[in-house]
């Protein structure tokens, strides 16, 4: 059954049924100890001793997938307008937001609760998303013009990033140019107080699928990545905090990354908990190849001895399918395409 968004009313005294999680798949029910939250590398794009950044891209990528970056070149004022223009957004009176909703995952703009607005979801997650594509026509008119310079500023650090990977990994400066990363959307999230916040999340544990998300938040807190305890923050298998600096924008690897890198570059997997006092709003910009292009473990990497392709070749349609009928869950997801 169809869902109404969360901004749509008045605020939520008591956390609606279908947003009640299962207790298993509560924020508290994967807590397995507690670890000193390990400070999200920073790392300062300013300057150009590209040597140092690729090897703090590649050290940051290699333990957790994400970290943040200073000295990014993206306006503070370009940020500060498309932040409002998003939180703007949410504002609207519900039949204006209503144009956008749609139950059909393919359909960019997309407005919707959740993940799917309830269609076949067992649960619900406390977000409300609006997902819109790398197009300027197919942009919704209210966020249109802050829309423009966030996402030429923002797809330039990407670009800047990945050609830094890319030198990290030992590949050409320009392995991930071109149709590897000619696709890409942005979600616009918003996750209202919570009345509950032990009883909900705001997006499920995943890992985002393209090369490198580009994330900037208005409200510090909400945003937990997963360790995996073999680097030296320790804490296998702990949610931890994300916390990045004012100004500064988080980034993460995706898929498509730990694939082509054979694994040394981690997407780091990562779940939003909600909050009973502030809402929150997010914007991610996920930089992905189009939906024909080939994608395969890069074959400079695996000529080390006795190393092994993990994955299999695929195109990136075949890949997103994938993903979103196995809603976003890494180990359904990777079974996949597992050699
Ligand atoms: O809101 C956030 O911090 C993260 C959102 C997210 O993971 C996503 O949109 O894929
Ligand atoms: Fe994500």
Redesign the pocket.
Known sequence: MAAEPLSNGAAHQSVPGRYILPVHKRPSSSVKGKVAPPVLPIVDLGGDDDVRIAEEIFRAGREFGFFQVVNHGVPEEVMGAMMRAAEDFFGLPADEKMVYYSTDGKKLPRFHTSTRNGDGEEFLYW?D?LKIGCHPPEWPHKLGAALEPYTAAVTAVARRVLRLAAVGLGLEEEHFEGSLSGGGMM?V?H?PPCPDPSLTL??GP?C?PGLV?V?M?NVGG??QMLLHGDGDAGGSGMWVD?EAAPGAL?L?FGHQMEVISNGRLRSGE???VTGARAA?????S?VWPELECAVATAQELVLAPGEVPLYRPYSYGEFLGVYVAEAGHRDAVMAHFKH
């Open positions: 977000r998303c979600n999230n996750y705001g997006t995943h985002d998300t994330l938040e909400g945003l994300v988080v993460n990562h779940r939003v929150r709003t997010s914007l991610a996920f």
